[in-house]
């Protein structure tokens, strides 16, 4: 297996870096807010020994990806992901979004839908920002997790409260941020029913079920709004966080379904 990071010109000007893991790559992975690449580094590993290759973005902001735009939008983020599909997966790519990136995930689908195959989607949400915002307490301990001036207490605490179950580790996410790359305001500039059922691709919905961001019945009325296409998973023990509180789960589910997706193709 090789490891290696690419950069991808994309419409608009713009260059994004991707970690490119193995050869070939078929998935797309694209991070959650103010984080990048190297989140998915584990899931990586597990899906080239699985027989996948993986492209793991750095968002804008990120790594040596061109910094944010003034007036980003959701389809300029879902544009980014769309070309790095186009210029490194040979065909449709299956497309795996944790939290934020599971907004632009389904975005890239409804958007673009001649790059992608499938959606996968981590702790997902975001569609519902509207009409159902997180406490104003979660908002408040949110913000402190990525002000790397704060003692380390106290961003563990916040980290706790936001992303991880009781009894995870939240110190693992002290590192990884980027301050720079917030694109949230992305939710006042579009319209969820453009994109919220992810366009007509197969949809895997991964729940975490201690989710205080994602709470388990917006997975669920994701799923019935989905109808067919979706294939729904309920995982233990872990919050928004997901990726670095159940690895082996995580990996598993996604391995099994893109094994029924090339079954199906």
């Known amino acids: 297996m090789t490891r ?37 580094h584990r899931l990586a590993d597990d899906l080239w020994a699985a027989g996948h290759g993986s492209a793991a973005i750095n968002p804008r902001g990120v790594g040596a990806s061109s910094p944010v735009p003034e007036g980003v939008t959701l389809r300029t983020v879902a544009g980014d992901v769309a070309g790095v599909a186009a210029a490194l ?60 001036e ?23 996410w002290l590192t990884g941020w980027w301050p720079g790359a917030d694109v949230r305001g992305i939710f006042d500039t579009t319209d969820p029913a453009e994109w919220y059922t992810a366009g007509a691709a197969d949809v895997l919905i991964v729940v975490p079920l201690e989710d205080i961001l994602c709470p388990r019945h917006v997975g669920l009325d994701l799923r019935a709004a989905i109808g067919s296409r979706a294939r729904y998973v309920e ?26 997706q090339a079954v199906d193709a």
Request: overall charge negative.
């Open 4 to 40: 290696r990071s690419a950069l991808v010109d994309v419409d608009g000007g713009g260059r994004i870096e991707v970690v490119v893991t193995g050869d070939d790559p078929d998935v797309v992975l694209v991070p959650s807010a103010q984080r990048g690449a190297a989140d998915f």
């Open 150 to 172: 704060l003692p380390d207490a106290v961003r563990i605490e916040s980290l706790g409260r936001v992303f991880f179950a009781a009894g995870n580790d939240p110190s693992v």
């Open 235 to 260: 995982v233990a023990h872990c919050g928004h966080a997901i990726l670095p509180e159940q690895p082996e789960v995580v990996a598993s589910e996604i391995i099994a379904f893109l094994a029924a």
């Open 89 to 148: 997966v040979d065909g449709p790519a299956h497309v795996v979004g944790h939290a934020l990136g599971n907004v632009v995930a389904r975005a890239t689908a409804a958007y673009h839908p001649d790059v992608v195959r499938s959606v996968t989607l981590l702790a997902c949400g975001g569609h519902d920002v509207a009409t159902t915002p997180p406490p104003d307490d979660v908002l408040v301990h949110f913000d402190r997790c990525h002000r790397m």
